[in-house]
């Protein structure tokens, strides 16, 4: 008697595992805010001559989608990365940039909106033809630049889609180009610190919300 109340519990347990399973919608995904990711800050300021940036590395600071944390520099030669920051460039890990095979395209629209990866028009970096994923220049990617104020401001509703070195998707909006991301930055604001928001869909899907 005792074995067929264990048999019965089971199954009754099974029945109730298997409704919720049913049930139970996919927890939707949570866009995630970095913050004062280092991009090769000049340590010596700027030469107040021509502008150029005091002691940098020239080196990217390389971030993981997956992992939602920064990737060692040593490591650059690696699929671990997926995006890289230096000063207003950014890099995608493919083509000469890295050995991965990441890709990114910028779109325009609403970030909480924009809930699909697009199918195609995906880039990747070349170097030889100075040609880039995210493209350079301002006005041209994802930035302005005042000269009177020599001020970064990113553009609004500018979004980049990346297919990340693992094959899965991402979308990303920069919020600021300086530390603390200063609602209104002035001169005297610190930049090459970004803080962006990006949402990640690790089901390799091309579901973004």
Known sequence: MQKVRMILGLVVLVGVL???SKSDPTPALVAVTFKNLSADPPSGGYNPANGQP?????????????????????DSASTKWDIGFNGTKIIINSGTSGPGSAAALVVTGIFSELNLAP???????????ATYAITRG??????????????ISPIAGRVIMVKTSGGKYAKMEIISYYKDAPASPSATSTDRY??????????????LQ
Not at 54 to 74: H, R
Not at 138 to 151: A, M, R, V
């Open 18 to 20: 298997a409704g919720c």
């Open 194 to 207: 970004y803080t962006f928001r990006y949402l990640y869909q690790p089901d390799g899907s091309k579901k």
């Open 138 to 151: 301002s006005g041209k990617g994802w930035y302005n630049y005042d000269p009177s104020t020599n001020l």
């Open 54 to 74: 005091i002691g940098v590395t020239n080196k990217y600071t390389l971030f993981s989608f997956a992992t939602g944390a920064t990737v060692a520099n040593s």
């Open 119 to 129: 199918d195609a028009g995906y880039l990747t970096d070349n170097s030889a033809t």
